[in-house]
């Protein structure tokens, strides 16, 4: 069964630094895309970085140059280093698997990120 | 970034009834469209791709239509478990954008 269990969120000051880890199973990890989504309070569903297979790396605006997405394919584990932290950064964060075509077929079970002083 | 919008925002409806949520693309989408279901407190769940490919596990009262800006969500009928938000997602370029959801609620 593919699973994708998320760990490392939390409470950081504005500023901070926090990293969010998502471990795989039950599928080749190595074989497929991975993505992070995050959704603020009360708000919608926003994409934040992908990584493909060969490591080409997408990041949406509001985080270029802060976070770092990355993968360990050894570790079958998927990774995003959150810098400079901010507010608006405060969400949940979800980690969701990529069949190739942008089909987003598993996310893991969210992590929550609170940026508060 | 493509715009996504959804209608209606909110919807009534009774276990039984056929619902339809709408989509509409700032700019063309292709088919690279999908459709997903969340509820209260856990991740959204993949419902369709590729406009109207259904995904495996997904009852088929649940289905997907349309190309290019404009797009379709319909559930035959309702069950109790499809209370939830719905957001339609394009993928068709980066940024992955969504709608702003639609809230379908027990009347």
């Known amino acids: 069964e593919v699973q994708l269990v998320q760990s490392g969120g939390g409470l950081v000051t504005p500023g901070g630094s926090l990293r969010l880890s998502c471990a795989a199973s039950?599928?080749?990890?190595?074989?497929?895309?991975m993505n992070w989504f995050r959704q603020a309070p009360g708000k919608g569903l926003e994409w934040v970085a992908s990584?493909?297979?060969?490591?080409?790396?997408v990041y949406v605006d509001s985080v270029k140059g802060r976070f770092t997405i990355s993968r360990d394919n050894a570790k079958n584990s998927l990774y995003l280093q959150m810098n400079s932290l901010r507010v608006e950064d405060m969400a949940v964060y979800y980690c969701a698997r990529d069949d190739g075509s942008r089909n987003f077929d598993w996310w893991g079970q969210g992590t929550v990120v609170t940026v508060s002083s | 970034d493509i715009q996504m919008t959804q209608s209606p925002s909110s919807l009534s409806a009774s276990v039984g009834d056929r619902v339809t949520i709408t989509c509409r693309a700032s700019?063309?989408?292709?088919?690279?469209l999908a459709w997903f279901q969340q509820k209260p407190g856990k991740a959204p769940k993949s419902l369709i791709y590729?406009?109207?490919t259904l995904q495996s596990g997904v009852p088929s009262r649940f289905s997907g239509s349309g190309s290019g800006k404009d797009f379709t969500l319909t559930i035959s009928s309702l069950q109790p478990e499809d209370f939830a938000t719905y957001y339609c997602q394009q993928y068709t370029t980066y940024p992955i954008t969504f709608g702003q959801g639609t809230r379908l609620e027990i009347k």
């Open positions: 590729a406009a109207s």
């Open positions: 990584i493909t297979i060969s490591s080409y790396i």
């Open positions: 700019q063309a989408v292709s088919n690279y």
């Open positions: 039950g599928f080749t990890f190595s074989s497929y895309s």
